[in-house]
């Protein structure tokens, strides 16, 4: 078509309909472009999302439902890094690759730990003579032990189907053990025992990871064959007793026993109610030898070494005394590793406390995010199975908030005016109190909130007043408790300790009394019923996104934080629980709240409990005269208006009368298929059932029908999971 001078080409005309789509598409578009050019401008930002990769990468692994061919997840890995270097000069496809290979990298240590770690575990409850080598002793507040052992033999099962670690109870008393000692006893063993119910937490997937194959308890009083052998392993054990002996005879009380946990790590000897009231106070913390306590120990030893070198000009003049007091600190962390038991959460703060004197050795910033990520990187890599514990969570939680706060360009131009860095002037003794408590009031906020969800999630509960309980408390730990129990250690070898650790008592005693107060404020615990995994994984998406970014498109990570407290209380639950072997029983009422056909097994009545949200002891949900259970001796009957009836028989005799009217029949007795046959309930299930498949659940449909939920059925068929 021609066109002559000073004629040109229409512009197309749109419908309005078809403008609104060209109107919204651009928009994405111009959005799209927005985002990609914040991701381009954070390229010092790309490593710290390595970690959170890796953890997807791991948590696709512990989410499957049968175990993946070790070969399979590392071929992957190798095919993807050898596509890394195909696609090298590529930057885009580089960068999917980078990503895809981080979560095979995840993937593959989880699946290659796992095959590391195999060791036999207890098949069935067995009883008989066990003779072993003792690894690790606790005492309990009772005066009962707890007791790791390696078995040498065990009621004749062959070296193949022995486990390689128990743990024992002995509750006789005047028992005395050391670790490295060979003893022999009686005693009935058990397999770890499987979750109270479906989704519930999985200990016999953490006793797989740490090389645990049975758990029960002694008969018989030891009898020691041979004494210590004296090994590295054994030594540090004895010496680890003997600290926390020695603590707790110079302190004395509770306040001994929390010192020697300090110390230690050996918690058992603390008292029931002390620890409540740490918890109610949002002060549990204190009794995890963590990041905090690492930092404390470390940091104290830190200022004290670089302290006495610089009041010696001859040393402070002519050599870098700040990196000879951060290798003294290093050698303090390390041995505080070694007699506090070396705990996951332990070894974590190890490392991280390794890195921050590295930095400082390398004249770098010793508290970065990266230094956080590095730390984290090497924790997944090493023991990939920490992402699914509470303990992981919420100590990398704080330090992600807390590093990414006082990072922020605003907290950090506070900090400058605070110090008088933009003002001049020395700090007087006043405005350096009210900078720390400023901080400490900022620190327990950020900590507070970033570790709430996790503590919510794992425990089901929130410490209300937990701010005020840490704000009371943890300057007595930071400048009272800690550096006196570092003085203590250091003096104990000459016997000079007893000041130190009567000065540490008092601290302890103030601690307490201020948990004491806290936890007894109205509504200071709260319980919190479970949530949807999804709703935890939103929220923790949405804060690493506001606290990894620090451009604008940071603040998109709102929406995924609020997605998920939206959808945290919409977790379907249950109408009919049932425990590991048929043993109890609860079903909801019209209420909304369970009742339960017995208080024992008393674990799982409380787990289910707490799982719920409910402050009721088990007790008064069995005996509550709302409850619509009606039980006698050969079991009991759950009847509601415009509902199904439930049965649940304890024996054959229950079970066939009850199959006249029941609905719903849970049998803690094998049921016969001549039984079932002439029964008119729509579902029974019986002690085999209850034995092939561990906890049940059962939701009542809005159609009657019920859908049933096992505890086998969620685990999959994993090398943890027993076979029946």
Not at 253 to 261: D, Q, T, Y
Not at 507 to 523: E, R, S
Request: hydrophobic share 50%; glycine share 10%; proline share 6%.
């Amino acid at each position: 078509m021609a066109f002559t001078a000073g004629q040109g080409m229409k512009r197309p005309s749109f419908g309005a309909g078809q403008g609104t789509i060209l109107q919204v598409l651009s928009a994405l578009y111009a959005g799209f472009g927005a985002i990609s050019r914040s991701f381009a401008g954070e390229t010092d930002r790309w490593f710290l999302w390595l970690p959170v990769l890796l953890a997807c990468g791991i948590a696709t692994y512990f989410g499957l439902p049968v175990e993946p061919p070790l070969w399979l997840s590392l071929a992957g890995f190798l095919i993807l890094a050898c596509a890394l270097w195909v696609f090298r000069r590529l930057s885009w496809v580089l960068l999917l690759l980078c990503v895809l290979g981080a979560v095979t990298a995840g993937f593959a240590a989880a699946s290659l730990r796992t095959a590391l770690v195999a060791a036999p575990v207890l098949a069935d409850e067995t009883a008989g003579e066990l003779t072993g080598r003792v690894l690790f002793v606790e005492e309990g507040e009772a005066g009962d032990l707890t007791v790791l052992m390696a078995p040498s033999s065990f009621a004749r099962l062959p070296p193949e189907k022995r486990p390689a670690k128990v743990r024992l109870r002995i509750r006789l008393k005047n028992v005395a053990l050391q670790p490295g000692e060979e003893i022999r006893l009686r005693a009935r063993l058990m397999p770890p025992p499987d979750p109270v119910l479906p989704g519930g937490f999985d200990y016999a997937r953490q006793a797989w990871f740490e090389g645990l194959g049975a758990v029960g308890f002694a008969y018989t009083a030891p009898e020691i064959l041979s004494p210590s052998t004296g090994g590295p392993r054994s030594r540090i054990a004895a010496l680890r007793n003997a600290i926390a002996t020695h603590i707790r005879a110079s302190i004395g009380g509770p306040e001994g026993a929390v010192a020697a946990a300090l110390v230690t790590g050996e918690r058992r000897a603390i008292p029931a109610g002390v620890t409540e009231d740490l918890r109610a106070a949002g002060l549990a913390h204190v009794l995890a030898i963590s990041g905090l306590h690492m930092a404390l120990f470390s940091g104290t030893l830190f200022w004290l070494a670089r302290a006495v070198l610089a009041a010696v000009p001859a040393l402070a003049l002519r050599y870098p005394v700040k990196k000879w007091a951060a290798l003294v600190a290093f050698s303090g962390a390390a041995f505080y590793l070694l007699v506090s038991g070396g705990a996951i959460a332990t070894q974590r703060a190890f490392i991280m406390v390794t890195l921050m004197l590295g930095a400082i050795l390398l004249d770098r910033p010793a508290i970065s995010l990266r230094n956080v990520a590095l730390a984290a990187t090497v924790v997944l890599l090493w023991q990939p199975e920490s992402l699914l514990g509470a303990s992981f969570q919420m100590s990398f939680a704080a330090a992600v908030a807390l590093v990414a706060f006082y990072e922020s360009k605003s907290v950090q131009r506070f900090i400058a005016l605070s110090r008088g860095d933009l003002r001049g002037g020395p700090a007087q003794w006043p405005h350096l109190v009210l900078i720390y408590f400023t901080g400490l009031t900022l620190t327990s906020i950020v900590a507070g909130l970033a570790t709430a969800p996790y503590a919510a999630f794992n425990f089901n509960r929130l410490a209300v007043f937990g701010l005020a309980g840490n704000l009371a408390a943890m300057p007595l730990v930071g400048l009272v408790v800690m550096p006196a129990a570092l003085i203590g250690l250091l003096l104990m070898p000459f016997g000079a300790d007893a000041p130190a650790f009567w000065v540490m008592g008092k601290g302890i005693g103030w601690m307490l009394t201020v948990a004491h107060d806290v936890a007894h404020w109205g509504g200071a615990d709260r319980l919190i019923p479970s949530a949807p995994l999804g709703a935890l994984a939103l929220v923790t998406l949405g804060g690493l996104w506001i606290a990894l970014w620090h451009r604008g498109w940071r603040w998109l990570g709102l929406l995924p934080l609020l997605g998920g407290l939206l959808l945290w209380p919409h977790l379907s639950r249950p109408d009919i629980f049932i425990g590991r072997e048929g043993g109890i029983v609860a079903a909801r009422g019209l209420d909304g709240d369970i009742y339960l056909t017995s208080a024992r097994p008393s674990y799982t009545a409380k787990q289910w409990l707490r799982m719920e949200g409910d402050r009721r002891s088990a007790r008064e949900a069995v005996s509550s005269t709302e409850s619509p259970w009606r039980c006698d001796a050969r079991g009991c009957a759950f009847h509601e208006k415009s509902r199904p009836l439930i049965a649940y028989s304890k024996s054959i005799g229950a079970v066939m009368e009850d199959c006249e009217l029941a609905d719903i029949i849970i049998s803690a007795v094998p049921v016969g298929r001549a039984i079932r046959k002439g029964c008119r309930a729509d579902l029974i299930l019986d002690y085999f059932d209850f034995w092939r498949n561990g906890a049940t659940t059962i939701r009542l449909e809005t159609d009657g029908k019920p859908t049933i939920e096992t505890a086998r059925a969620t685990r999959g068929a994993r090398p943890w999971v027993r076979q029946p």
